[in-house]
């Protein structure tokens, strides 16, 4: 039981990492909370549903659709609203309130477009086109079963998800510190005023890691409906809070703090859940208070904080 | 505009939640010609810096730079046509060494390849012995100077210096006094935001008095303490809003 949760919680932490990522990389970026980031993630799944529904198209191909389509809303969306916020005398709350109306439009337009029953796509989905693709090509199928790690067996799209997550984080980290873009967001991470005085174009560089990260939470939308079971128009409000805690206890503003926070959260949360279950759902909420209280800076502290 | 004149400010206006912190300033700098900004607290001196260098955009008025007109352009298009500024607080990235904070600036400021050779500039300002420190380990006489020198390696027509000489001891003010002028001689155009009239004496060659967001006197600083408004402005009284 113990070994199955510490490895559940390891792959599920990955996939919290991945939905926390972009909400860090905003925030570290511009300082501006984005309240919709679940919403996006809610609007990646229904996309991942969609096409799946509609055209049959398997999941792990709706990763690339997601990615390019939401980054693309999320620049125009950037430069709508958030150079008027940084422009404001406190942009940190006004991007609360600002995102927390974005957020219940969002939800509100979803679920006259969706409807509020629950949807679901069958896990063993997730990935076949891909292995009747290997099998077509080697002559030998893989199974679309259970996958056995150290004795424990684990459905295969939380491999999927997990593995997947951990791409996303390592494309990520390139990103950030092996390309000239990523070097200039670290810059602008670090002291906008001064990326500004040095001829750094900071509103370019805050539109794409918005639209990165707006992006980066549609594909953690498109592995919702396997590791959170269901989805539904509602789900973005949570989605939203469990980001939260794994960024405040990953280090608000550094997205590779995002990783370590979502591992934790990962195990405590799949220990809760085989533990004491009914308390699970309370997780996020008491993690965020006991870490704002204990270590405000996160776990990763404040040293690299800035990035 | 002048042909000498490399900066031009007409009816510059700029309103922070319904207070007029420029209101309507006019004045004028020369190509070469070091410019003292000064005025009591609160008077639109470091307003005038910030819209200068596009870190706020005005509501109204004109900003001419080297025959263009630049007011609302974002700060870092000013940054590479030439316009470059310091902080009262210097504000460099911290985890990178001084040497690398002058590297960022020349990559990304403008500058012209080879144009600014980062040693060279990070010696010139006494920073060669700690130009492989973190920005973070300097004290604040050397985080000024590191400022300064990520403003020169965007090789700047017009410096606008903001309350550089604060926190400076007197050797330290001869100093920089003697760069700033030295810059000048090399065609640089300047303006010196200070509180501290002596340094404001020794560098520059004309001072504008601001007051409540506008220009109210025009002239060397000699001229500017037998100014009646002036000295009413200074001793209390003449702050009108």
Known sequence: ????????????????????????????????????????????????????????VDPVFAIPVAFVLFGLVGLPLYYLLVPRLLAARDPEMLSIILFFGLSQVIEALATIAFGTSEQSIPGGDLGRALREGWGRLTGHEIESGPVEIFGQSFPSAWIISGVASLIAVALV????????????????????????????????????????GIA?????????????????????????????????????????GTVLGGLVYGVSYMLVQSYLSSWANLLPYLLLIAILLVRPSGLLGKRVRLA | MSPDDILRIDGLTKIFF????????????????????????GSGKTTCINVVSGLYAPEDGSIRFDGAEVAG?????????????????PKPFMQLSARENVEVAIAYGGARQGEVDAAALLGSLNLDAVANRPAAELNSAQQKMLD??????????????????????????????????????????????????????????????MNAGKEIFGGTLGEAVQDKQVVEVFLGGGHAH
């Open chain 1, 216 to 256: 980066l939470a549609a594909v953690g939308g498109v592995f919702a409906p396997f590791m959170l079971g269901s989805i539904t128009p509602a789900m973005g409000v949570d989605s939203t809070v469990v980001s939260f805690a794994v960024i405040v206890m990953g280090s608000l503003g550094n997205p590779l």
């Open chain 2, 73 to 89: 352009l974002a700060q870092h298009k000013l940054v590479h046509r030439g316009i470059n500024r310091t902080f009262q607080v």
């Open chain 1, 1 to 56: 039981m113990l070994t199955y949760s510490l490895l559940a919680g390891l792959l599920f932490g990955l996939y919290f990492s991945l939905v926390g990522l972009g909400l860090n990389l905003v925030f570290g970026v511009m300082r501006i909370v984005n309240l919709a980031h679940g919403d996006f993630l809610m609007l990646g799944a229904y996309c991942a549903f969609w096409l799946y529904t509609l055209f049959g």
């Open chain 2, 18 to 41: 319904g207070f007029r912190a420029l209101d309507g300033l006019s004045l004028h700098v020369s190509r070469g010609e070091i410019l003292g900004l000064v005025g009591p607290n």
């Open chain 1, 173 to 212: 980290y390139l990103y950030l510190y092996r390309t000239r873009t990523g070097y200039l967001t670290r810059a602008v991470m670090s002291r906008r005023d001064e990326a500004l005085a040095t001829g750094i174009d900071v509103n370019r560089v805050s539109a794409i890691a918005f639209g990165i």
């Open chain 2, 148 to 209: 300064l020198a990520r403003a020169l390696a965007t090789k700047p027509k017009l410096l606008l210096v903001d309350e550089l000489a604060a926190g400076l001891n007197p050797a330290e003010l001869d100093w920089v006094a003697a760069k700033l002028k030295e810059f000048a001689r090399s065609g640089m155009s300047i303006i010196v935001v200070e509180h501290l009239m002596g340094f404001i004496e020794q560098v520059t060659d004309r001072v504008v008095v």
